[in-house]
T-cell receptor, first 116, second 114 residues
Framework: AQSVTQLGSHVSVSEGALVLLRCNYSSSVPPYLFWYVQYPNQGLQLLLK??????LVKGINGFEAEFKKSETSFHLTKPSAHMSDAAEYFC??????????????FGAGTQVVVTP | DTEVTQTPKHLVMGMTNKKSLKCEQH?????MYWYKQKAKKPPELMFV???????INESVPSRFSPECPNSSLLNLHLHALQPEDSALYLCASSQDGQDDYGYTFGSGTRLTVV
């Protein structure tokens, strides 16, 4: 079965500082990996995705993530945090494993707080 | 149109009521999903429809009954719910069930069972 683990349920960053959210995956076959953001009382918005093309993936709002197979990681970064980045972030996996077909599995989420 | 539209946005229902949640997309996606999200938790998959057929039921209680009338519509019929069923119900769609384009989510229906 495929799964993702997000390290850190809460991250506090200063405005203008680097944002780093950690995600590690477990999969028996190459996975598809996603980062989603959820603002309060809203649905989920796709930030970026990895689907076995380039290992460095650029997304919306200045975010990017790097797929590292040797480390089974897909960490999300943004060079300079804005106040508007305060939200819940979810790492998710889907893929070709038979028991994971059609299923998007989420990590526990990381709440990002941005301080002035 | 690149949206998934969910109605209603908020719903309060009694434990003896019958209500339905509606989800609509016009992106030509052939897979549609229902997720349940409790506060401070990640979404949990409930049902997957692929080409209008139920392909995954994640052992959801029978008081939740999904329906896919056509490729653009997905309903979730609710009956005899419990207070612990109060949650945000999210609908999503993708091009098909095995898809690397990502999933598009609606804004959700906030359900409160009293």
């Amino acid at each position: 079965a495929q799964s993702v683990t997000q390290l850190g349920s809460h991250v506090s960053v200063s405005e203008g500082a680097l944002v780093l959210l950690r995600c590690n995956y477990s999969s028996s076959v190459p996975p598809y990996l996603f980062w989603y953001v959820q603002y309060p009382n809203q649905g989920l918005q796709l930030l970026l995705k990895y689907t076995s093309a380039a290992t460095l993936v650029k997304g919306i709002n200045g975010f990017e993530a790097e797929f590292k197979k040797s480390e089974t990681s897909f960490h999300l970064t943004k060079p300079s945090a804005h106040m508007s980045d305060a939200a819940e972030y979810f790492c998710a996996v889907s893929g070709l494993a038979t028991d994971s077909w059609g299923k998007l599995q989420f990590g526990a989420g990381t709440q990002v707080v941005v301080t002035p | 149109d690149t949206e998934v539209t969910q109605t209603p946005k908020h719903l309060v229902m009694g434990m003896t009521n019958k209500k339905s949640l509606k989800c609509e997309q016009h992106m030509g996606h052939r897979a549609m999903y229902w997720y349940k999200q409790k506060a401070k938790k990640p979404p949990e998959l409930m049902f997957v429809y692929s080409y209008e057929k139920l392909s995954i039921n994640e052992s959801v209680p029978s008081r939740f009954s999904p329906e896919c009338p056509n490729s653009s519509l997905l309903n979730l019929h609710l009956h005899a719910l419990q207070p612990e069923d109060s949650a945000l119900y999210l609908c999503a769609s993708s091009q098909d069930g095995q898809d690397d384009y990502g999933y598009t989510f609606g804004s959700g229906t906030r359900l409160t069972v009293v």
